[in-house]
């Protein structure tokens, strides 16, 4: 028998019968990783970037926030707290809502604060999902839905949007994804990646399909407070909806806390208490650091974070109008930092126009297919970053379509 030394090296990495994805699970390999995060490999190898990729805020954190969060350590703020969290930032939380929405979530038990808006995601999937249980998906959407379903035993069940319909999912589309299967239905407003958002009425209407299919809903509402044309709708603020929905909020878009991951869930005493169960043997508590960073933030960040708004409400009509310029037709948002124009008249596919953007004029946008397949033929272009940078990065565009 022959042996060679790569077939040494095999054996020394993989003794006996141990190969390579022996030990992973099947639910987990299925599982493809993040489109952005496996797209934006690509940006970290390369030199003068303009990055209109990941969506995350390009402002630091206001300084009287990250002066609390210092503070804190500086008093020796460094233990466990209550899994809840912190209860003074649960009881601004609670206030919020009410000031805000006119929705009263006890701070004792109807709000948990958790490590990012991301965790209370998860949790809410987990919480709610039963193994077969289906969750109705709109799409475009967050890339993280998909898989937290599937990893909680559940299906997903996936509905296209389009910009006919200004990417906003109706009643009736969902109607008629409801079967005897169905526990819950996602919605995500203002949207990533589209930055569309719903109406009241769109709302409403479809918390009465909620209700008659008695389903129960996950709203996450984290790009709430970036709402440039009238007011946001917190989605159990509908009459009978509180009671049967989990609303997901955080830090991380508003104030430009990203890296200090910190978000909350808020909903019903049995459905928080069971998000609560597991997020105690996962998670124990979120950083207390982070959470008293976020006390100062409620209490003091209003004018910081209206800042931080009217200029992506400035940025955002300069990318819009750019791109309808460069004759690649943008939808216009109404909420979050995001921009998602058609490259449909260009005849690449997303993934093509958005890899030779990258190598040919040192542009990184995120090809919309990764949000789902209705994503195809689109673009996400985040213009959370600074104004000179999206002129630079407009201008580059415009010559990477002069050579096609």
Known sequence: MSYSRKSAQSALLYPRDVMPGKFVSEKVREIPPSGIRKFFDLVLEMDDVISLGVGEPDFVTPWHI?????????????????NLGLMELRELISKSYIKDYGVDYNPKNEILVTTGVSEAADLAFRAVTNPGDEVIIPEPCYVSYKPSVSLAGGVPVLVPTNQDDEFRVTADQIEKSITRKTKALVLSYPNNPTGAVMERKDLEEIADVVNEND?????????AKLTYDGAHTCFSSISGMKERSIILNGFSKSHAMTGLR??????????IAAMTKIHQYAMLCAPITAQMGAIEALKNGDGEMQKMVREYN???????????????????????????????????????????????????????????????????????????????????????????
């Open 262 to 271: 910190l978000g909350y869930a808020a909903g019903s005493e049995e459905l």
């Open 215 to 223: 389903i129960a809903v996950i709203s996450d509402e984290v790009y």
């Open 66 to 82: 990250r002066e609390a969060c210092i503070y804190s350590l500086e008093k020796g703020f460094t233990s466990y707290t209550s």
């Open 314 to 404: 400035r940025r955002r009509r300069l990318v819009v109008g750019g791109l309808n310029k460069l004759g690649l037709e943008t939808f216009e948002p109404k909420g979050a930092f995001y921009a998602f124009p058609s490259i449909k008249s260009t005849g690449l596919t997303s993934e093509e126009f958005a890899g030779r953007l990258l190598k040919e004029e040192k542009v990184a946008v995120v090809p919309g297919n990764v949000f789902g397949e209705c994503g195809e033929g689109y673009l996400r272009c985040s213009y959370a970053t600074s104004y000179e940078e999206l002129v630079k990065a407009l201008a580059r565009i415009e010559a990477f379509i002069g050579k096609l």
